[in-house]
Each structure stands twice: as structure tokens, then as C-alpha cells.
């Protein structure tokens, strides 16, 4: 498959001319030209958000475009999110760090498209070549005549600005994001309202992830048909897939979505570390559930997935071979995700550390049988308890570990010789 987002012609950086050059500019052309017609091919297209949740695209789109203006608050906002801070996901710093004129311009066709005025280019301030890229990228288009263009069918001037984030894991969850744009910490809140609907500034906000809007500009200029015969089967598009762990070349790998568990581990990964058998894979991330050999002809992609009891999430695949941990890497993981709470919620705040303390005693060969037994109410307990998905993260990744390798637990606290 030829690559779309990870294409070498589309890496150039801050190089607004290379990038027109290659066809840059022609999705937002076609989007100036028919600006009615950008959310139904985005529905045609079947793009969907690719940062996590997957949901469709242009339902988000058409919900802030039928608001109208915040006179306030700066009209409308779009938020590029790009906070990235989970494990083993790494596909938006290359994205922003190496393609930013397609991430810019997927966000000045969303603002064509819900008619908004300021675009917040959210970044992790860590990443601090994705930041120089923004920044350059930024001043580039502001001083291009098609800004100019979208700013007379907005009816305003449209302003980009780059926000660099807190930094922390829960930045990234959409309310939180809102309010650290604004220069606030990032507190998730309770929903409804939406940010659609009471966003930045109390004006009508769209949130989506870099990957997600960087398919945009290529959907305007090739067509929804196009986009849809890249997938697989059922899937649509394309997907970045973050691969690391005990594989050959771990790295990120653009593949058609729907692409297998297989091909993506042992054909575009080179297989496993020498003298290591699969064992099993964290999908999407480490707030999801954990996959094993049973499941390697499994189709990555949104509805698949979900049938295996998993989800795709951010499209970052973690691989664990014979020989690791499961317990180990799972108590890694909620100590993560205890580690970054907010701290607003108690039974988050309370409930992973708690988790994590009883996963490192057994881990370290302290535990008691009634431990197991206290993770198993964890699990039952903290679902659906916090603002945002953090807690929900950690409990779904321990029930999988507990569920799938139930044994490894008992070993480790004496159960069964």
C-alpha cells in the first residue's frame, strides 16, 4: 500500500511551499468551492476520530456547526489535539513534528466546514519539535492568501495559535483540553455540556485528534470512494498503528485499516524477539484489553475488535512475548495511570493506587490469595466512577490481565504450587 499520511513527499516539515507543491491546498480549495458539501463527504468517507473513542467524524462536525456563534467567546473553536502522553503511542509527534501542513490544513477545513474562527493547535510540550514545527507552519499559513480565503467565507479573521498542554496524561481527555487551552489545569468536568456546545470561552468547540484531521485534506481532494477503498473489508482509510515491545522493528507503520494482528506483528514488525513466542498484545494502548495468539488473525479496525471484547483505541499495539511479565507490565501500567490522576475524582485518586500497591506486592512476591480477590471488586467498582476515562482505563486493563492470565496471579501469591 502506498502511504497517504506517512508519504515521503508530505514530510516536510514547515515547508509551506513543498507541501502545495505536492498537492497541498487542494483539499481546502475544493472545500472553499463547495462548503456545504465538506461534512456530507466526510460522512461519506466514514472517517471516524482516530485519537481513541472512534466516533464518526462529521456527527462531531455537524453538531458545532449547527450552534451558532459565541460573540464572547471568539466565535466558534477547533481544537487539534495532539497531547499525546499515553504508552506506547507515538503516531501524533510525527505527524506534527514531520507533516504539520496536512494537520493545519484538515483544521482550516473543519473551520470552512462549522464555520469557527480560532484553531487551537494543542501540543505536548515535551515534544518540542512538534512545537518548532507548529510554530513555523503557523506563521507560514497566516501569511498565505487561502488563510485570507477562509477567513471571508468564516466572515472573520481566522487566527491559529498553538497551545502547548500541561503535559500530563489527562490533558488529553476533551474537557480537560478546553480548559488548559484557556490556561486553566486541566480538570476534566462533568458532561453535559459538551464542548460542542460550551467549549473555549463558552463558545461552540470541535475537539479531534492530529491523525484524524490530517486524512481531511486528502478525503476534499480525492474524494470519499477513494478514502474508502484504502481499508480493508468493512474499514475505511487508512490507520497508524504504534508498534512496540518485543518485536524486531518496533516503529509506526501506516497500513490499510483492517489490516491483521498478524501481518502487522510478524510481516511489517519482523516478527519476535529472537528466542521469544507471542505471548499477547495490549491493544490500543495500555487502557485497553490484551489479545493473545488465539486472536492474531483478528482484523484491526473499529467494529473487529469490539467483537473480540477489545477496541482499537489510539491504534498503538504493544507486544508482550513468552518470557514477560503480564503482572509486571499490567502493574507498569495502572501505576501510569495512578500516577497521573487528576485527583479530583476519589475513586480514581483512591482506587488505582490502591490497585497499583497490590499489584507491585505481588508483583514482588508479598501478595495473599485475598488479594486477588480485592482486585477482582476493583474491577467491579471503579467502572463508570470518574469524570473522564482514566479510572476506566486502569480497571479495564486489569480485568483483561486477570481474566486472560489468571494464572500468572495465582503463582505469584502461592495458589496452585
Given at each position: 500500500?502506498?502511504?497517504?499520511?506517512?508519504?515521503?513527499?508530505?514530510?516536510?516539515?514547515?515547508?509551506?511551499?513543498?507541501?502545495?507543491?505536492?498537492?497541498?491546498?487542494?483539499?481546502?480549495?475544493?472545500?472553499?468551492?463547495?462548503?456545504?458539501?465538506?461534512?456530507?463527504?466526510?460522512?461519506?468517507?466514514?472517517?471516524?476520530?482516530?485519537?481513541g473513542a472512534g466516533f464518526p467524524t462529521h456527527r462531531k462536525w455537524a453538531a458545532v456547526a449547527a450552534q451558532p456563534p459565541h460573540a464572547e467567546g471568539g466565535g466558534k473553536w477547533i481544537v487539534c489535539n495532539g497531547n499525546e502522553d499515553e504508552p506506547g503511542t507515538f503516531k501524533d509527534r510525527f505527524l506534527l513534528s514531520r507533516t504539520p501542513h496536512q494537520v493545519i490544513e484538515g483544521a482550516l477545513i473543519a473551520?470552512?466546514?462549522?464555520?469557527?474562527?480560532?484553531?487551537?493547535?494543542?501540543?505536548?510540550?515535551?515534544?518540542?519539535?512538534?512545537?518548532?514545527?507548529?510554530?513555523?507552519s503557523s506563521l507560514a499559513w497566516s501569511a498565505?492568501?487561502?488563510?485570507?480565503?477562509?477567513?471571508?467565507?468564516?466572515?472573520?479573521?481566522?487566527?491559529?495559535?498553538?497551545?502547548?498542554?500541561?503535559?500530563l496524561y489527562v490533558g488529553g481527555e476533551e474537557t480537560a483540553a478546553v480548559a488548559n487551552v484557556m490556561g486553566g489545569f486541566p480538570f476534566p468536568t462533568l458532561k453535559p455540556p459538551y464542548p460542542a456546545e460550551r467549549g473555549v470561552h463558552g463558545a461552540p468547540t470541535l475537539l479531534n485528534n492530529v491523525?484524524?484531521?490530517?486524512?481531511?485534506?486528502?478525503?476534499?481532494?480525492?474524494?470519499?470512494?477513494?478514502?474508502?477503498d484504502l481499508g480493508l473489508g468493512d474499514a475505511v482509510g487508512t490507520k497508524l498503528y504504534s508498534l512496540s515491545g518485543d518485536v524486531l522493528r518496533p516503529g509506526l507503520h501506516e497500513l490499510p485499516m483492517g489490516t491483521s494482528l498478524r501481518e502487522l506483528v510478524f510481516e511489517h514488525g519482523g516478527g519476535m524477539l529472537a528466542g521469544k513466542g507471542f505471548k499477547a498484545v495490549f491493544t490500543g494502548g495500555p487502557s485497553n484489553t490484551l489479545l493473545t495468539d488465539?486472536?492474531?488473525?483478528?482484523?484491526?479496525?473499529?467494529?473487529?475488535?469490539?467483537?473480540?471484547?477489545?477496541?482499537?483505541?489510539?491504534?498503538?499495539?504493544?507486544?508482550v512475548g513468552e518470557g514477560t511479565s503480564i503482572l509486571r507490565k499490567t502493574a507498569e501500567y495502572v501505576g501510569f495511570f495512578a500516577a497521573n490522576s487528576c485527583g479530583q475524582c476519589p475513586s480514581c485518586k483512591i482506587g488505582t493506587r490502591q490497585v497499583s500497591r497490590l499489584l507491585e506486592r505481588i508483583d514482588a512476591g508479598a501478595g495473599h490469595p485475598a488479594d486477588l480477590?480485592?482486585?477482582?471488586?476493583?474491577?467491579?467498582?471503579?467502572?463508570?466512577?470518574?469524570?473522564?476515562?482514566?479510572?476506566?482505563?486502569?480497571?479495564?486493563?486489569l480485568a483483561s490481565s486477570l481474566a486472560t492470565f489468571r494464572s500468572e496471579y495465582e503463582r505469584a501469591v502461592g495458589i496452585g504450587g
Open positions: 500500500m502506498t502511504p497517504v499520511l506517512t508519504a515521503p513527499e508530505v514530510q516536510v516539515v514547515a515547508d509551506l511551499p513543498a507541501w502545495l507543491a505536492v498537492g497541498g491546498g487542494e483539499g481546502l480549495r475544493n472545500a472553499l468551492a463547495e462548503p456545504d458539501a465538506v461534512i456530507p463527504t466526510i460522512e461519506e468517507a466514514g472517517l471516524r476520530g482516530l485519537g473551520a470552512v466546514a462549522v464555520r469557527a474562527t480560532n484553531i487551537a493547535l494543542y501540543v505536548n510540550p515535551r515534544e518540542d519539535q512538534s512545537v518548532v514545527a507548529l510554530r513555523l498565505h492568501p487561502l488563510l485570507d480565503e477562509v477567513s471571508a467565507l468564516v466572515g472573520a479573521p481566522v487566527r491559529l495559535h498553538v497551545r502547548e498542554s500541561s503535559g491523525e484524524t484531521l490530517s486524512h481531511v485534506p486528502h478525503i476534499l481532494r480525492h474524494g470519499a470512494q477513494w478514502y474508502r488465539r486472536d492474531l488473525d483478528v482484523a484491526l479496525d473499529f467494529e473487529s475488535l469490539v467483537a473480540r471484547g477489545s477496541r482499537l483505541g489510539t491504534g498503538a499495539m504493544i507486544v480477590e480485592a482486585l477482582e471488586n476493583f474491577t467491579r467498582m471503579l467502572p463508570g466512577s470518574g469524570r473522564c476515562g482514566l479510572v476506566d482505563g486502569a480497571a479495564t486493563v
